[in-house]
DNA sequence: CTTATTTATCGTAATATTGCAATATATAAT
DNA sequence: ATTATATATTGCAATATTACGATAAATAAG
């Protein structure tokens, strides 16, 4: 096969699978901290930041922002993009969550 | 092509993109949510919790397992597994410093 | 030893991802 | 209008992932 079964989980964990799968990938990774770096969330330069072609970039960016990771809005010929907090949010909070329930659990069993 | 660059990324990047990735999949989400709901870590009735074949879950938990985010012990014929709070703390720690930096820098530029 | 139970591995088909050259698109500047 | 600059899209090859049936391996029970 080698689609995935979205449809039998639920929508909470497909948000959460979505967000990770995004995140799954080193120069996606790379994207994001340097967006976090850059004061002004400026754009394409990332082009340069990273070690891969350009329509490569481009499409990593375009899957952070269908995930919902990042946002961009065009500048004249250059497009701004920088990351959605509301993403970055839910991801905060739901591995704040686990952990907490872990240590509350203190679960040494294996 | 189709191999991920992963040499040309820094550890930290490429650790933070294999825990994502491992995330990455709703049943893999399931599954560790399931591992958080029992309290005792219990084992393979995950094939009876998820609408996947068992050999299917086995690779996910393979998976799992190979990204460091959860612990496997024999336990007799069966196998318990659990999750390794480590990564959890890895992930909540990661997320946690970026949700902070982006609320201090208040960017609405986009 | 044989049989059941549990989990892992192999093999394979379907699909997805990664990466880039070539090309298209869109705005800015001259 | 032409040219330069920035980003996106297309097309394609290489590789990875997903899923499962069939089968193996390993322990437990009889």
Known sequence: ???????????K???IAVLAKALGHPA??????YLMKVDTCICGDIVNELPLAQPTVSQH????????LIKGSIE??????C????AIEKLQVYF???????NSK???CC
Chains 1, 2 share one sequence.
């Open 13 to 15: 964990q497909n948000a």
């Open 96 to 102: 704040g969550v686990i952990s907490k329930k872990l």
């Open 61 to 68: 960016l375009k899957e952070l922002k269908n995930a919902g």
């Open 28 to 33: 996606r990774i790379a994207i994001m901290e």
């Open 83 to 86: 990351i959605d907090e509301k």
């Open 76 to 81: 004249g010929t250059a497009i701004c993009y």
């Open 1 to 11: 096969m080698g689609a995935t079964k979205t449809d039998h989980f639920t929508d």
């Open 106 to 108: 203190k679960n040494n």
